[in-house]
């Protein structure tokens, strides 16, 4: 179970480890998006994504003794690396498991940081890191389905409503549901009024489509912009958490998702990855239930683009 | 003469028309910069650039028979842009000088906002921008050389100093002057303890050159990645400001500025002018006066940038 005090110990177990991100003001996108718009810029968090918050309340959650047998986690992207930084930052031992597509980039980035990478097919990845887990007794640290995750990723909700007291709504990207349900969690616990507001790619809104159905469903493989919300199927603990706590879910078309991380370099100087840009996408699509004085704080979750320059 | 009284006058002049950008904490540049990083995002303001600030308060300062008549400007930049605004939103007239090498998008930018555009030859268009204003009565709108340009400038010093009360050290990009002479004029005026430093290309360091004659030294024009920093010459009314009340004025190589536009995209997620990084070059560079346990705010002077997507 997630709970508020949950999220509370977890904020005392990781503060001094991870960075209080800034919520940002920025005006010039308000006539853009219809509101007063506030940014949560976790793009500037350690590693670049939130992800790191779960990670590292998991890791410090669990037994030394565990700790010192490594884990392992399956992820190309944002939370691969939080693990690694954690179990760096922990004297543990990551294993992550990266599909063989991965862009060298990330497989370096990832090893920079001391993680071991073991590559296999995308579809043999759960397989792998099981088997990783049972040989070698790593345990595996899975990027949403889990509470302590949950929690971690909560405190990102704690730290909104200490530094915007007076938002209105806050949008939230959607992959498998870890981050919406820790920061639903605490932000419902303390101000019940304030309005949570899912997003997904339209492409894969497994959220959507499974609160339709009324069950979890499991969708097909899609291709979207928005690689870190490519999740087949909400996750088991998340979906009840999502389904109780959050206002609404919308679905973002591909080309506002391009338009929304356009908006957000052009007119907002900031650097996010696409799937951080989703919200401002779904402003722009003018699919989000807000109004022109309300204080809208958009979740960026990460900032981990390749630059050119 | 400039006074924080006119600083005052400007921020109650012109501050329903701009907005106060943001303080932004950077925890990640922290070990790069060896100090608390924090930017004044002017980035984010209106046309992307600390200049509508100083145009708009020349302008609301001008007796309307005055303003009716028109502005010149001769700016290629951001200035010309500034004033381009200001005159649209008071509905006055501007004409903008521009020379002939000058991009496309930038000509279409300032007609987009309504402006004439005069194209000349570089070396010509202070000529130009007299002749225009003696045959057409236009107000000449100079970009530092003036008091009231100064104290528009000097609102954005108010709202560090609101914003971030414990500041220790402002870091400041000079061209002529115009932006350290404001914010230079508030802060010392305030909290005569907090430092002021300007920063300005190696390649054209007008300010520190002319301190070592103990004049105004006339430079030969240079080429520099810092655009918006190649004036000449130091301004007439700002050299006895800088030289009264700017602690430092340091110098930065070209190779700085590009890593500190590169830093403040890869670590920070911020979008700048290369002549808005200097400071960033200037403290990467190792030449600040700074301490670890500091906190210093890098003034972020502009964000016109093209982006290739």
């Keep these: 179970?997630?709970?508020?005090?949950?999220?509370?110990?977890?904020?005392?177990?990781?503060?001094s480890y991870i960075y209080e991100t800034p919520v940002i003001r920025l005006n010039g996108l308000d006539h853009l998006l219809g509101c007063h718009v506030y940014i949560k810029a976790e793009n500037m968090q350690k590693t670049n994504s939130f992800k790191?918050?779960?990670?590292?309340?998991?890791?410090?959650?669990?037994?030394?003794?565990?700790?010192?047998?490594?884990?392992?986690?399956?992820?190309?992207?944002?939370?691969?690396?939080?693990?690694?930084?954690?179990?760096?930052?922990?004297?543990?031992?990551?294993?992550?498991?990266?599909?063989?597509?991965?862009?060298?980039?990330?497989?370096?980035?990832?090893?920079?940081?001391?993680?071991?990478?073991?590559?296999?097919?995308?579809?043999?990845?759960?397989?792998?890191?099981?088997?990783?887990?049972?040989?070698?007794g790593y345990c595996i640290i899975h990027p949403y389905d889990d509470y302590d995750i949950m929690a971690g990723q909560g405190t990102a909700?704690?730290?909104?409503?200490?530094?915007?007291?007076?938002?209105?709504?806050?949008v939230i990207p959607i992959g498998g549901g870890g981050l919406i349900s820790g920061i639903a969690t605490a932000v419902k616990s303390i101000s019940p009024h304030i309005r949570i507001i899912g997003v997904e790619p339209a492409v894969i809104s497994r959220y959507g489509k499974s609160f339709e159905a009324g069950e979890r469903l499991l969708l097909k493989e899609q291709k979207s912009l928005a690689d870190?919300?490519?999740?087949?199927?909400?996750?088991?603990?998340?979906?009840?958490?999502?389904?109780?706590?959050?206002?609404?879910?919308?679905s973002v078309d591909e080309a506002l998702i391009h338009r929304g991380m356009k908006t957000l370099l052009s007119e907002g100087k900031i650097i996010a990855e696409p799937s951080s840009s989703i919200g401002i996408g779904a402003a722009l699509q003018g699919i989000l239930p807000i109004s022109k004085n309300e204080k809208v704080c958009f979740l960026i979750s990460g900032g981990n683009v390749e630059l050119q320059q």
């Excluded at 179970?1 to 503060?15: C, G, N, P, V």
């Excluded at 909700?157 to 806050?170: C, H, K, S, W």
């Excluded at 919300?229 to 389904?243: A, C, D, H, K, S």
């Design 1 to 15: 179970m997630i709970t508020l005090e949950k999220i509370h110990a977890a904020k005392r177990r990781i503060s």
């Design 228 to 250: 870190a919300l490519l999740t087949l199927q909400p996750g088991e603990r998340n979906f009840p958490i999502v389904q109780q706590l959050v206002d609404e879910v919308v």
């Design 52 to 136: 790191i918050r779960g990670a590292l309340n998991k890791m410090l959650s669990m037994p030394l003794e565990q700790l010192q047998k490594g884990v392992v986690a399956a992820s190309s992207g944002n939370h691969g690396k939080g693990v690694a930084y954690a179990a760096k930052l922990l004297n543990s031992k990551a294993t992550i498991v990266l599909p063989d597509s991965a862009p060298t980039i990330k497989v370096e980035g990832i090893r920079a940081l001391g993680a071991e990478v073991v590559q296999c097919k995308l579809a043999e990845r759960h397989v792998v890191t099981e088997k990783l887990s049972r040989d070698h």
């Design 157 to 170: 909700g704690l730290e909104i409503l200490a530094q915007l007291p007076d938002v209105n709504t806050i």
